[in-house]
Every structure is written in C-alpha cells, then in structure tokens.
C-alpha cells in the first residue's frame, strides 16, 4: 500500500512505472532524492518529489525555499547551489536586493555546476525563474517594501 508521504523504494519504482534498478541508478545519478531512515536501515523516497519529476510545476520562492533548505542541511551540496538557496530564502522574505547581474551571473554557475537532470539542477533551474521575476519586479517597484 502506498502512503501518503513516504514510499519504498519498490513502491517509488511502481509510482514511476520505472523497474527498481533504474530507480537506483536514477537515486546514484541524484535524479530522485532519496532520504536515510534514521535507524540507518533504509530509505524513503517522498511522494511530492516524485510528483515534481513527472509534472515538472513552476516553483514559487515560498515553495523553493523549504526544498532548497533541506537539501542544503541534510546533503550539503555545492557552493554554488547554496549561495542560490540563500538568494530563494532572501528573495522569499522580501530581503534580496540583488541587481539582475549578479542573480544571473550566480545562476549560471550554479546550472554550470549541478547538472538539469539531477536533483539540484532542477531545483536550480526552478530557482531562475521564480528569481529573476523576483528581480524584474522589485526594479520596477512592483513588491511590498521595495
């Protein structure tokens, strides 16, 4: 039975209509995010990243930001990546006042850095647009507190 929130492994390759070895490729290649039980017996895959695979939805920066945060505790990633999840909590909260040039020229490197098929690519990649519409309208004074 699958539930709600947290799947197997089997059961994640079942959702995906995927086999179970290309699901653990996908996991090594950082496609699917795949999260340690703590007992260390184990793991789960989260039913709302599987969701984001398959429909690939436009992120809000209220959305982003929970995702990025995580990502950036539990699996550190790259520098590049984290200086992107602190531009989404800033920009989340009203508080970036970044110009266009260095959001862009900092969302380069990051795509540069974390491939579009893996995990953080697509977060990344989610992150730019919901940024640079961040930016563009705070220029034009179209945001609270600007």
Do not use: H
């Amino acid at each position: 039975m699958i539930n709600q929130g947290w799947l197997t492994l089997g059961e994640g390759a079942d959702y995906l209509r995927i086999s179970r070895p290309t699901l653990d490729r996908w996991i090594a290649e950082e496609r699917v995010r795949a999260y340690e039980l703590p007992s260390g017996r184990g793991r789960r895959l989260k039913r709302e990243d599987l969701d984001d695979l398959l429909v690939q939805r436009r992120l809000s920066l209220s959305e982003l930001q929970p995702k990025m945060a995580e990502f950036v505790v539990y699996n550190a990633g790259n520098a590049e990546f984290q200086e992107i999840a602190v531009m989404v909590r800033d920009a989340s909260t009203g508080l970036g006042a970044w110009p266009l040039q260095i959001v862009d020229r900092s969302l380069s490197r990051a795509e540069a850095s974390n491939p579009p098929t893996t995990f953080r690519g697509r977060l990344i990649r989610q992150a730019r647009l919901a940024l640079l519409e961040y930016v563009r309208q705070r220029e034009a004074g179209r945001l609270p507190n600007s």
